[in-house]
């Protein structure tokens, strides 16, 4: 079944640096591809999600690019601030189109 | 919008008794999954229900869980004879129809620990 290795699983950044993500997948069938963050007790916050056919997206200083010839997909986050502070999962799913196979997440520290 | 809302958000059981989780999805919305997330194995698909029926359990484990969806506004997962390995917390999403599992609304989870 698909695999998908999330790298870093920690991560400390200063305030307005920018913050990287980086997710790589195995099966080469996957078409969905989401970054969800979770703040601390809280649900899985959806930040944005591409589907196969595109490769880069920004919205509200955050970028997503999709590598499908490496299978890898990142998230960068420009100009972090403290309240971007929180775990990150990104999260992919195959044809089926309904079962999400998420990365091990990474915790963001923005020092302010 | 209140979102999905999961209740209860934090469930102490003993270890044999049972444990039932209440998930409401957004109004509107078709499809409901439920999601194990723990400190070991991550982010763990268990189900998943669209117009109300079950379409892939795969994820559950073959005993003691079972989840229903009655209607349109909640679904529960059910949890019998609970085991200590049972502890998590278990999250419930929703989306609409024609939206893929790329794009899911979760709710805040219930956390259940099992004595």
């Known amino acids: 079944g698909e695999q998908v290795e999330q790298r870093p699983p920690h991560l400390s950044v200063r305030e307005g640096d920018s913050a990287i993500i980086i997710c790589t997948y195995t099966d080469s069938a996957t078409a969905y591809f989401s970054w969800y963050k979770q703040e601390a007790g809280a649900g899985l916050q959806l930040l944005m999600s591409v589907l196969s056919n595109v490769d880069r997206k920004e919205e509200q200083g955050l970028t997503v690019l999709l590598n499908k010839k490496d299978k890898r997909l990142s998230l960068n986050l420009t100009a972090a601030h403290p309240g971007d502070s929180a775990v990150y999962f990104c999260?992919?799913?195959?044809?089926?189109?309904?079962?999400?196979?998420f990365g091990t997440g990474t915790s963001l520290l923005v020092d302010p | 919008n209140a979102g999905v809302i999961q209740t209860p958000r934090h469930k102490v059981t003993g270890k044999g008794q049972e444990a039932t989780l209440w998930c409401e999805p957004i109004?509107?919305?078709?499809?409901v999954f439920w999601y194990r997330q723990t400190i070991v194995q991550g982010l763990e698909f268990l189900t998943y229900f669209r117009n109300q029926a079950p379409i892939d359990d795969s994820g559950m484990p073959k005993e003691r869980f079972s989840a229903q969806m009655p209607n349109q506004s909640h679904s529960t997962l059910k949890i019998q004879s609970t085991q200590p390995q049972d502890s998590a917390v278990y999250l419930c999403a929703s989306n609409r129809l024609g939206e893929g599992a790329e794009t899911l609304y979760f709710g805040s989870g219930t956390r259940l620990t099992v004595l």
């Open positions: 109004s509107g919305h078709s499809a």
């Open positions: 999260a992919v799913s195959a044809n089926m189109g309904y079962k999400l196979t």
